[in-house]
């Protein structure tokens, strides 16, 4: 059985950092492309950042870029979202999701597994 979980939210100011954990297990996910999202209230979810689970290019969404950095540990089974430089436009739960295949992907629709969420609100 896959498991998501993520942890790491919470309340910022702005200006802080804040870094999100997905723990996996289940299965050996390195030949999956590991994924976060995040859906503000009324709004579709969207994809944040990307990378395959063995490792090389990883992807970020324009919105996030420079002050979001996607990383994992295969010791730990851990997927990070470590995210700087936070405004308030980035508060919403965030999610980690996986899909089969190493190929990136930024629609939700084309993920396998996703964990709980964990809420990150930013005040200004």
């Given at each position: 059985?896959?498991?998501?979980?993520?942890?790491?939210?919470?309340?910022?100011?702005?200006?802080?950092?804040?870094?999100?954990?997905?723990?996996?297990?289940?299965?050996?996910?390195s030949?999956?492309?590991?994924?976060?999202?995040?859906?503000?209230?009324?709004?579709?979810?969207?994809?944040?950042?990307?990378?395959?689970?063995?490792?090389?290019?990883?992807?970020?969404?324009?919105?996030?870029?420079?002050?979001?950095?996607?990383?994992?540990?295969?010791?730990?089974?851990?997927?990070?979202?470590?995210?700087?430089?936070?405004?308030?436009?980035?508060t919403?739960?965030?999610?980690?999701?996986?899909?089969?295949?190493?190929?990136?992907?930024?629609?939700?629709?084309?993920y396998?597994?996703?964990?709980?969420?964990?809420?990150?609100?930013?005040?200004?």
């Open positions: 059985q896959v498991q998501l979980v993520e942890s790491g939210g919470g309340l910022v100011q702005a200006g802080g950092s804040l870094r999100l954990s997905c723990v996996a297990s289940g299965r050996t996910f030949r999956y492309f590991m994924g976060w999202f995040r859906q503000a209230p009324g709004q579709e979810r969207e994809f944040v950042a990307g990378m395959p689970w063995s490792g090389g290019i990883t992807y970020s969404a324009d919105s996030v870029k420079g002050r979001f950095t996607i990383s994992r540990d295969n010791a730990k089974n851990t997927v990070y979202l470590q995210m700087d430089s936070l405004k308030p436009e980035d919403a739960v965030y999610y980690c999701a996986a899909r089969e295949g190493q190929v990136p992907g930024t629609r939700k629709s084309s396998d597994y996703w964990g709980q969420g964990t809420q990150v609100t930013v005040s200004s």
